[in-house]
């Protein structure tokens, strides 16, 4: 029998049409790039329901592309997922080839977002964690998708979804593809991962994951990653937005699967969905408070004072001296040499201050006595100041008493000037082979912990506001973990991000970040540890109330930190923006850093060297990372992930006792 002539091809199948003497044609059910969809009868299984398939553009197919096509769909036809749209069966109508797949009543998760636009969170995981197991279960099979999309997606009328478009669907796309050279996923590119752009044919799984990281972003953000423009090159050169809805752990977790790197992904869907699971922990609500006063005002602030430290913080978190109070506020005994150093160059300046003040008055002899007055308290004051030996208490009420004094013509900014004029107390560490680690000593103090309820940019969870009381000081690193100090101590480098061994460490999880803190101690006889949450946000702030340590100004972050808007995608080299006025460097932006705390609500109230809860699943990360935007860069801000986690935005800042 001759073979019909081109125009003489019916690609379109009527009703009642039996195909392979086994299908009835019942009606057509829509069409798409690669022909048409018809809902029809399996004769042979007591009339079940199925979806035909049509693929006429495989007519032109060679009896060899269209035999493996065929060896294709026996091997697929064992791809059973409750979860996966079934593959029945691969044949030929009057030349016009076809498949035969399990039908679904129902609608796609692309018709779901037309009517909703956006899902909850809740919403967006009953979809994606069976899909997760799907896909998962392909790729345990070898058989990667390539085309994972909201329209491939499919929702039965119970809400159970399945991942469609598996197995020969996708092997009749790339024979199509060789067909006519026409490229069938062009149709699909704001859903491409990177290396598809870049016309890269050995693919793996992880382009998948980033498929599928592009459809739970467009489920909360109501668009996927890039969705106008040259979307193309965005894919390729840009970070995605964060999405100022979700919290910064969603963030988090949507820009890992988003990384253009495809080894850097998650190794699995299931990995990316259970990230996003965390996150579903209920966070804490704040109590409605007055608007925040950031303005400096010592006598109205803090009326009933918290112990003998809150006059200090009036004086010194408020007016903004930084580094004095760790300076005047160590430990009761002798210091070790790198603090007393510190102490030393400060009181060598300091006998000059009552010059300054004596001298720097001119006018009658009433004034001139009142002034030599003065300058006796003064000096009286400032060798309580100076005595490193006397207690903590004692030298935070002389600083006190000076304020009090004369709190309107005191020079406290000379007295901060003179008082660290030289260097900060710093413990450097030598870890062998020309690396150090240097630390910054932070004296006690009290200071309000969380972001009032007006603040631009805040999370629930980073409330209620609370006073907070730090009664030990302690040394924090300078900068975060580096990865030439990672590898000192660890003998390996997780890194992502390699080429200077100055970038901070990243790809670390919390158990990672503790044995480091154990062998770090072993080696170097000291008692290093993590931060507390507590500790690492009054270290962040430095005396500061505002929503980053430097001021409220978003515009300014460049200066202070490395993060979406000048990272270029990736960490930066530690020390190479200005520090925090405790000479703590990349303390927001770069990387991440865990703590040592559970995640959990705050205790309300007025607390004592808090520690978290004694129990829980996650743990606590501060201070942003390179991708962040703007309000996950805030002194408050916090974040959480399982302690087991390792991601390209995580590092760590070690602390020692300051016994």
Same mark, same amino acid.
């Given at each position: 029998?001759?073979?019909?002539?081109?125009?003489?091809?019916?690609?379109?199948?009527?009703?009642?049409?039996?195909?392979?003497?086994?299908?009835? #044609?019942?009606?057509?059910?829509?069409?798409?790039?690669?022909?048409?969809?018809?809902?029809?009868?399996?004769?042979?299984?007591?009339?079940?329901?199925?979806?035909?398939?049509?693929?006429?553009?495989?007519?032109?197919?060679?009896?060899?592309?269209?035999?493996?096509?065929?060896?294709?769909?026996?091997?697929?036809?064992?791809?059973?997922?409750?979860?996966?749209?079934?593959?029945?069966?691969?044949?030929?109508?009057?030349?016009?080839?076809?498949?035969?797949?399990?039908?679904?009543?129902?609608?796609?998760?692309?018709? =779901?977002?037309?009517?909703?636009?956006?899902?909850?969170?809740?919403?967006?995981?009953?979809?994606?964690?069976?899909?997760?197991?799907? /896909?998962?279960?392909?790729?345990?099979?070898? !058989?990667?998708?390539?085309?994972?999309?909201?329209?491939?997606?499919?929702?039965?009328?119970?809400?159970?979804?399945?991942?469609?478009?598996?197995?020969?669907?996708?092997?009749?796309?790339?024979?199509?593809?060789?067909?006519?050279?026409?490229?069938?996923?062009?149709?699909? =590119?704001?859903?491409?991962?990177?290396?598809?752009?870049?016309?890269?044919?050995?693919?793996?799984?992880?382009?998948? #994951?980033?498929?599928?990281?592009?459809? *739970?972003?467009?489920?909360?953000?109501?668009?996927?990653?890039?969705?106008?423009?040259?979307?193309?090159? /965005? #894919?390729?050169?840009?970070?995605?937005?964060? #999405?100022?809805?979700?919290?910064?752990?969603?963030?988090?977790?949507?820009?890992?699967? *988003?990384?253009?790197?495809?080894?850097?992904?998650?190794?699995?869907?299931?990995?990316?969905?259970?990230?996003?699971?965390?996150?579903?922990?209920?966070?804490?609500?704040?109590?409605?408070?007055?608007?925040?006063?950031?303005?400096?005002?010592?006598?109205?602030?803090?009326?009933?004072?918290?112990?003998?430290?809150?006059?200090?913080?009036?004086?010194?978190?408020?007016?903004?001296?930084?580094?004095?109070?760790?300076?005047?506020?160590?430990?009761?005994?002798?210091?070790?040499?790198?603090?007393?150093?510190?102490?030393?160059?400060?009181?060598?300046? =300091?006998?000059?201050?009552?010059?300054?003040?004596?001298?720097?008055?001119?006018?009658?002899?009433?004034?001139?006595?009142?002034?030599?007055?003065?300058?006796?308290?003064?000096?009286?004051?400032?060798?309580?100041?100076?005595? !490193?030996?006397?207690?903590?208490?004692?030298?935070?009420?002389?600083?006190?008493?000076?304020?009090?004094?004369?709190?309107?013509?005191?020079?406290?900014?000379?007295?901060?000037?003179?008082?660290?004029?030289?260097?900060?107390?710093?413990?450097?560490?030598?870890?062998?082979?020309?690396?150090?680690?240097?630390?910054?000593?932070?004296?006690?103090?009290?200071?309000?912990?969380?972001?009032?309820?007006?603040?631009?940019?805040?999370?629930?969870?980073?409330?209620?506001?609370?006073?907070?009381?730090?009664?030990?000081?302690?040394?924090?690193?300078?900068?975060?973990?580096?990865?030439?100090?990672?590898?000192?101590?660890?003998?390996?480098?997780?890194?992502?991000?390699?080429?200077?061994?100055?970038?901070?460490?990243?790809?670390?999880?919390?158990?990672?970040?503790?044995?480091?803190?154990?062998?770090?101690?072993?080696?170097?006889?000291?008692?290093?540890?993590?931060?507390?949450?507590?500790?690492?946000?009054?270290?962040?702030?430095?005396?500061?109330?505002?929503?980053?340590?430097?001021?409220?100004?978003?515009?300014?972050?460049?200066?202070?930190?490395?993060?979406?808007?000048?990272?270029?995608?990736?960490?930066?080299?530690?020390?190479?923006?200005?520090?925090?006025?405790?000479?703590?460097?990349?303390?927001?932006?770069?990387?991440?850093?865990?703590?040592?705390?559970?995640?959990?609500?705050?205790?309300?109230?007025?607390?004592?060297?808090?520690?978290?809860?004694?129990?829980?699943?996650?743990?606590?990360?501060?201070?942003?990372?390179?991708?962040?935007?703007?309000?996950?860069?805030?002194?408050?801000?916090?974040?959480?992930?399982?302690?087991?986690?390792?991601?390209?935005?995580?590092?760590?800042?070690?602390?020692?006792?300051?016994?």
């Amino acid at each position: 029998m001759a073979r019909p002539a081109p125009d003489e091809y019916k690609d379109t199948l009527a009703e009642t049409t039996v195909l392979s003497g086994q299908y009835e #044609i019942v009606r057509k059910l829509g069409e798409g790039g690669m022909g048409e969809v018809h809902l029809a009868k399996d004769r042979y299984l007591n009339d079940r329901l199925v979806a035909i398939k049509t693929l006429p553009a495989l007519r032109a197919a060679s009896k060899r592309a269209i035999r493996q096509l065929q060896q294709e769909a026996a091997a697929m036809a064992d791809l059973t997922h409750e979860h996966i749209v079934r593959f029945y069966h691969f044949g030929q109508h009057e030349g016009l080839p076809f498949l035969v797949m399990q039908y679904i009543d129902g609608r796609t998760l692309d018709d =779901l977002l037309e009517e909703k636009v956006t899902l909850t969170e809740e919403e967006l995981l009953d979809i994606a964690r069976p899909i997760a197991g799907a /896909l998962d279960y392909a790729h345990s099979r070898g !058989v990667i998708h390539k085309d994972i999309k909201p329209s491939n997606i499919f929702i039965d009328g119970e809400g159970k979804p399945y991942l469609a478009d598996f197995g020969v669907a996708r092997i009749a796309k790339d024979t199509i593809s060789q067909v006519t050279g026409r490229d069938t996923t062009s149709g699909t =590119l704001m859903y491409m991962s990177p290396e598809q752009c870049l016309g890269e044919h050995d693919l793996t799984t992880a382009t998948d #994951i980033y498929s599928f990281a592009t459809v *739970l972003y467009e489920c909360l953000a109501g668009r996927p990653p890039f969705s106008s423009g040259p979307i193309r090159e /965005l #894919i390729l050169n840009e970070q995605p937005a964060a #999405i100022d809805t979700c919290s910064n752990h969603i963030n988090t977790t949507l820009q890992y699967g *988003l990384v253009k790197t495809a080894d850097a992904r998650p190794e699995s869907a299931g990995e990316l969905v259970s990230q996003l699971q965390v996150s579903r922990r209920p966070s804490p609500v704040a109590s409605p408070e007055k608007p925040a006063d950031n303005s400096v005002n010592p006598v109205a602030a803090r009326r009933t004072p918290v112990g003998k430290w809150a006059a200090v913080i009036v004086v010194i978190a408020l007016l903004g001296l930084g580094m004095i109070y760790v300076v005047v506020s160590d430990s009761g005994r002798a210091p070790s040499t790198p603090e007393t150093a510190g102490d030393q160059r400060s009181e060598m300046s =300091l006998p000059s201050m009552t010059d300054e003040a004596t001298s720097s008055r001119t006018g009658s002899r009433e004034d001139s006595d009142v002034t030599q007055s003065r300058a006796s308290i003064v000096e009286e004051q400032m060798e309580m100041v100076r005595d !490193v030996r006397a207690s903590p208490d004692a030298r935070a009420q002389a600083i006190v008493r000076l304020y009090q004094h004369d709190a309107k013509r005191f020079d406290w900014k000379t007295l901060h000037d003179k008082i660290s004029s030289d260097e900060v107390p710093r413990k450097v560490i030598d870890l062998g082979g020309g690396v150090e680690m240097a630390f910054i000593f932070i004296g006690p103090g009290t200071f309000t912990m969380g972001s009032p309820g007006n603040e631009s940019g805040r999370f629930d969870n980073e409330g209620p506001q609370r006073q907070v009381r730090i009664s030990r000081g302690f040394w924090l690193a300078e900068t975060p973990t580096t990865q030439a100090q990672w590898q000192r101590v660890m003998g390996n480098n997780p890194s992502h991000f390699k080429g200077d061994l100055n970038r901070p460490v990243e790809r670390i999880s919390w158990n990672d970040s503790k044995d480091l803190a154990n062998r770090f101690s072993e080696r170097y006889g000291v008692s290093a540890r993590l931060p507390t949450e507590a500790e690492w946000e009054y270290a962040c702030r430095a005396g500061t109330r505002t929503r980053y340590s430097f001021g409220n100004n978003p515009d300014q972050l460049g200066d202070h930190a490395w993060y979406s808007g000048n990272s270029n995608r990736s960490t930066q080299p530690v020390r190479r923006k200005k520090p925090n006025p405790w000479g703590l460097y990349d303390m927001n932006g770069n990387v991440w850093e865990w703590v040592a705390d559970w995640y959990g609500e705050y205790e309300a109230g007025v607390v004592t060297d808090p520690t978290g809860p004694r129990t829980g699943s996650l743990r606590v990360l501060r201070g942003g990372s390179w991708f962040g935007r703007p309000r996950y860069l805030r002194s408050a801000n916090r974040n959480w992930n399982s302690p087991d986690y390792r991601l390209i935005y995580f590092g760590v800042r070690l602390a020692l006792d300051s016994d």
